[in-house]
Every structure is written in C-alpha cells, then in structure tokens.
C-alpha cells in the first residue's frame, strides 16, 4: 500500500487525542520562525510599494513635461536662434530656471517644421556674461526663477534604484538564514512534533496477525513495570524487527504496543533520515533517542529500516549519509543503559538486506513476523474496519474474506472505506454486499499486481503446495512438515515450511535425494492433478539444479564420475562460478556432469509423481483443506493421512 492510502484508511482511534507531554520544552523553539516570517513579510511589502511608486514615478516625467515649463506647442530652439530673434527685435519674453530658459517670440517662427511663439533654449553651461546686456538693448522682458526646491526628491529618485538592489539583497540574506536555522534546528524540531503521541491504538484493533501479537506481549510487559523485569535479571527486549510485506499492519501492531503500555510512541521513517542534507540523518537519530529516553519507558519506531540499514559498503555509490545515519543508530542501540525502559522496533519487508551489525545481540536480535492474513484474519480485519459502518442485513464478511486471499489488512481497510463511500454516493443508508463487491472489482482494476487470485491459480497453488507436503510426509530423511500456507508470503505464492530436526553439517545422499524429491513434490503434483505444468514452480528447480549440480561436482555422489571433486573456481568478484572457460574439466566431463545431474533430478521427479499418483486421494484432500483452511499444521496434516491410510505408507519415524 502506497503511503496515501495507508493514510487515509488509518484507524479512526489511531487519530485520537495526543496530550502534550511536555509543554514547557514542546512549544520553545518554534515561535522564532513565526515571527522571522511576519518581520521578512513587512520587508517585503514595502519595497513593493517602493517598486509601484518609483516606476509610477518614472512613468508620470514621461508623459509630463520638463519641470512643467516645456508645453507641446513650444519649439526648441538652438541658442545662435535665439540670439538672432534678439537682434531682429523678435523676442518677448524670457524666463531662466536653472539652464533652462522659456519664453515668447513676439511673431512665431518655424523650427524643424515646428511654428510656434513659444520657445525653449538650454543657456550656455557657463552662462553668457553679454546676453543681459543685450536683452536690455532689445527690450525684453526677462526673469529669473529659482531652480525648483526637488533636488532632495531627485536624489532620492536617483537613489531609489539602489536602494531597491540592497533591499532585494538584505531580503534574501534573511531568508537564507534562516532556511539555515531551520537546517540545523530541523532534526531537533521533527522530533519535538513526535513527541506528543500517545496512541490510543490497542491490540483489539489489530486482526489476522496473532503469532505477532503473541510475540509483542512480553514487550509491553516489560514497558508497563520495566522495574521487575531488571530486577529478575531478564532478557531486556530492546530491539524488535517486524518483518512483513507492506500494508500488513506493522505500524499498527507497534502503536498498539505503545497503547497497551500506555507509553510515548515516536517514529521516523529511514527514508526520512537519508534526506538531504549530510549529518541530518545522524543528528535526527540522535535527537529521536534522547527524546525518547528522556520520556522513558517509551517506543520508537523506525519504518522502513532498510533504506538506513542496507548492508554498508554493498554499492559502489556507497551513501556516506546513509552510513553515517547507520552508525548513528548503532550507537544508539548500545548506547542505551539498563535503567532506560526505551524498546526500538522497526519495520521492515526485506529484511536480507540489512546490515549483520543491526541484528546482532542487544540490537534487533528478534524478528516477529508479520505475515499477511488468513481468511480467518482477514474476516476479523473486515470486522474491526467495519465497527463504525452501517451494513446492510446481506452483507456477508465471511464471503469476502473467503474470497480475498492474498489482499493485506490496508487492501481491507481500503475495500471497506471504497465500499461505504460508494454506498454515500448512491444515498443508500447502509452498506450493501454489493458495494462491497463493486468496490472489490474497481480495487482489482486499479491494482498493479493481481490483489486476489483466480479459482484456477489457488487451485494450482493448492495442489503445489499439497505435493510438496505430501512428498515431505512420504519421504524418509525429511524434516518434518510444520506448515502448509496459500497465502501468498513475499515473492511466493505458497509456502511449505519443514523445520529441521538438527542443524545439518554433513549431508547424507539419502537426505539430499529426499529434499530433491519434495522440492519437486509441487511440480509433479501439478503434472498428476491438473494434467499440465505451471511456471510456479521456478524458484523449486533453481533449488533442485543445484542441490542435484553440487552432488555430482562436488560430494561426489554419481556412479558414473565417481568420486572426484569438480568443484568450480569462486569467482571473486561476483561470488558465482565462473563461466567455462576456468574449469578444471574437459567439455567431455561437462557433458557428463550433465547428463548425471539430469538423470539425478529426473529421479527424483518420478520418485514424486510416482508418490503423488499413488497417494491421489490424500494430495486431493491436503489440496481441498488447503483452499478452505488456506492453512493447515501439522496436526490437521496428520489427521488426513490417518484418514486416506496414507499414513501407512509413511516411514516409521513418522507413524
Ligand atoms: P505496514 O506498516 O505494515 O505497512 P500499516 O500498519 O501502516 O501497515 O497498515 C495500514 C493500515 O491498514 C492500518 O492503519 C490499518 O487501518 C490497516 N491494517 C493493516 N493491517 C491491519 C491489521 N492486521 N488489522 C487491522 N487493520 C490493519
Ligand atoms: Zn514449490
């Protein structure tokens, strides 16, 4: 599930009200932004006044005259003219104003095809010591006019300009100051926003997921009364790896731990801490620890762990920020004393990929899996997601669980937040079954991956499963069968789980051939069942190829090659065997190693179907309780074979 949709569909208890827990260091801290906000935006008003009122300024001497003395019918004349109208007796007037100089000619004249009496000149620059002289001789009436009293105005005017640039230019230096103290203040300011969550969530608003429940118990436990369990001496759970696809509920299961124990919840997402800046990730995971102890006993949450904890040095493009931000955490996870009741979980759906040094011990030393549901699981899911819902007297949850194997709590939450909005749509005053399956249908529609399997598949998937099982149950020298699933875990679509009896150094040939025979139980139950074979069964031949390659080449367990080693060269930058070319052997003897692994695996293979054909009662009833339970043990295992007589045939150690 996309980040969205886990959003929208959360848990209305998961909203509940969050009391401050420290409201005297929760709110320092933020108020400086708020008014560097208000301060910056009062700059910056006011050079946009600045601004409309400078251009308004320009704009209005563009269509106004000079000094409002120069009117359009005035002429503009060039001072040897005016000096000739003097002398020809033509000129009235004239008035000085600085350099300026406007006045009236007693008849107009004609200037570049220009005719008024009204004229304007510029004076000599250092004035013309004769020209009173002769305006006297002439008669014409003329004045002086002091220079208008703007030269403040017109300086500042030709100030404006440069004013405006150091403004602009202080305005940005503020705001980048303080996009710095946000930087450095960011970690310690994200932590302060988790700090007020309590949740509200309990166990009873988690479904379909009750190994993990079981496994999260002792941890509130601990977090209720750390004091008894330091005194006994115990196991402290520090570090607790939920593994799970996503949508599961993972987030859910930790907020309910915290709500059971009634203790302060903060979380991050790994994504977050290998944002951006270098040394962010680390101080953020500094400041989520410190907070969380200074709140102990409390949780932290870290959800998707693998984008910090991928193994280090793994890429050449190693992430420094990424590995700092790791070895920040490791350091945080030691650095814990026994005193402080702080648990750390988190969540992750890949969990080969994390770095050893994140599991080792007082680290995340346990792993609780978080697999998706049942149709148990996923009919008390419906259950609890439906509480608030109207529903209609048809509505079957039972038949929608049933019919949704492989869809994850969020896919449930979703369906039924789809089906009562379609149901508001349609003004209907309950939720109808329909609804329920319309919204099913559109749900499908818009997934990538096909959220619920045909009929067909899970009866393919069914009897695959079944013929591993069953294989397992017939064949001596297997580990016992603990569990058959057909909901689908990570890549695969079923699983058969065997639990070995010892841990095995030295394989047996017998053992090997027995593990070959079940690996390819699922296969040739596909063959004996349905009459033809499906690519489900890819990751089983990989296995088989080279289970049955390294008998022939190394342990030399073929009569044909005896026993010689042919064991391939390492390569040492890939970790697989190199290509032909380093063998140690002849083409011939490639040829053989073949053909021997061939007849190896076409063995086993019929040893499985001859099984399988043999037992066809009990694989179709494994099949059959295998599509209503969607999960049988190891017990429900036995009780079929007991049933069909199977159980005969199956080797001593079993009977
Ligand atoms: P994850 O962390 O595993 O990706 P979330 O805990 O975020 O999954 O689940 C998203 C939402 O889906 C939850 O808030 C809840 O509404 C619903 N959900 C998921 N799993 C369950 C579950 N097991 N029981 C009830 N609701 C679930
Ligand atoms: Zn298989």
Redesign the pocket.
């Known amino acids: ?1 996309d980040a969205q949709a ?1 959003y929208m ?3 209305p208890n ?1 909203q509940g009200p969050r009391t401050p827990r420290r409201p005297d260091t929760g709110g320092n801290g933020s108020s400086n932004n708020n008014s560097g906000g208000n301060g910056s935006s009062i700059l910056f008003r006011v050079i946009v006044i600045a601004v409309v009122v400078i251009i308004g300024f320009y704009l209005f001497r563009m269509f106004t005259s000079d000094n409002g003395m120069v009117s359009s019918d005035t002429i503009e004349v060039p001072y040897s003219t005016f000096y000739q109208q003097i002398k020809s007796g033509n000129v009235e007037s004239v008035t000085f104003q600085g350099q300026d100089a406007t006045g009236q000619f007693k008849n107009a004249i004609t200037v570049n095809q220009k005719t008024s009496n009204k004229f304007h000149f510029m004076t000599l620059p250092d004035g013309d010591p004769t020209l009173i002289k002769l305006l006297q001789q002439y008669h014409v009436t003329y004045q002086a006019k002091p220079v208008p009293d703007n030269n403040l105005l017109y300086i500042l005017l030709n100030l404006a300009p440069w004013i405006l640039v150091i403004g602009v230019f202080f305005l940005i230096m503020r705001r980048a100051t303080q996009s710095q103290q946000n930087i450095f203040s960011f970690g310690k300011s994200r932590a302060k926003l988790i700090l007020e969550d309590r949740p509200s969530t309990t166990f009873g ?5 009750d190994e993990a429940k079981n496994d999260l118990v002792e941890v509130v436990e601990y977090l209720k009364t750390p004091q008894k369990f330091q005194r006994l001496g115990g196991l402290i759970p520090r570090g607790v790896l939920l593994v ?1 696809p ?7 299961l930790a907020r309910a731990v915290a709500g059971e124990a009634g203790v302060p919840f903060f979380s991050m997402s790994g994504s977050e801490f290998v944002e951006v800046l270098v040394g962010v990730g680390a101080s953020r995971v500094r400041d989520l620890f410190e907070q969380a102890k200074k709140a102990s006993p409390s949780i932290i949450f870290i959800d998707e762990i693998d984008a910090v904890g991928r193994q280090r040095g793994s890429s050449i493009n190693s992430n420094d920020e990424r590995e700092q931000t790791l070895n920040q955490l490791l350091v945080e996870m030691d650095g814990f004393d026994a005193r402080q009741a702080v648990v750390v979980l988190a ?1 992750t759906n890949r969990p080969d990929g994390l770095d050893k040094a994140l599991l080792r011990p007082g680290r995340f030393d346990r792993r609780v899996t ?1 697999d998706r ?1 049942d149709w148990n699981g996923r009919l008390s ?1 419906l259950k ?2 439906t509480r608030t819902v109207p529903l209609a007297k048809d509505v079957d949850l039972l038949a929608i669980a049933r019919s949704t194997p492989g869809m ?3 896919d449930l ?1 979703n369906l039924v937040n789809e089906a009562a909005l379609l149901a508001a749509r349609r003004n209907l005053d309950y939720v109808t079954q329909n609804c329920f399956l319309e919204s099913l249908d559109k749900i499908q529609i818009g997934a990538e991956r096909p959220l619920i399997l045909s009929d067909e598949d899970l009866n393919v998937i069914a009897y695959h499963e079944g013929g591993h099982a069953l294989t397992g149950l017939l064949t001596e020298y297997v580990d016992p069968v603990t569990k058959v699933t057909i909901v689908p875990r990570g890549q695969a679509l079923g699983v058969t789980q065997y639990t070995p009896l010892d841990d095995r150094y030295n394989y047996a040939q017998d053992y090997l051939e027995a593990q070959l025979v079940t690996a390819l139980g699922g296969r040739a139950a596909e063959q004996v069942a349905i009459g033809h074979i499906t690519t489900g069964a890819e990751n089983d031949l990989q296995r088989v190829t080279a289970i049955a390659r390294q008998m022939v080449t190394k342990w030399g367990m073929s009569d044909r090659l005896g026993t010689i080693s042919f064991s391939e060269r390492e390569d040492p930058f890939a970790g697989t065997a190199l290509a032909s070319n380093s063998r140690e052997y002849s083409e011939k003897t490639a040829t053989l190693i073949d053909e021997e692994v061939n007849r190896i695996v076409k063995r086993a293979y019929e040893r499985a179907v001859n099984l399988l054909t043999e037992h066809r009662v009990t694989l179709d009833r494994i099949a059959q309780a295998l599509r209503t339970n969607e999960v049988i043990d190891a017990k429900q295992l036995r009780e079929i074979m007991i049933e069909t007589g199977a159980i005969e045939a199956a080797p001593a150690s079993y009977r």
Not at 205 to 209: E, L, M, S, W, Y
Not at 246 to 252: E, F, R
């Open positions: 599930m886990t569909y959360q848990n998961d608003d988690v479904a379909g997921v799970g996503p949508g599961t509920g993972k987030t859910l969540a978080v549901p899911i609890i997601h994850v709590g969020a939450a």
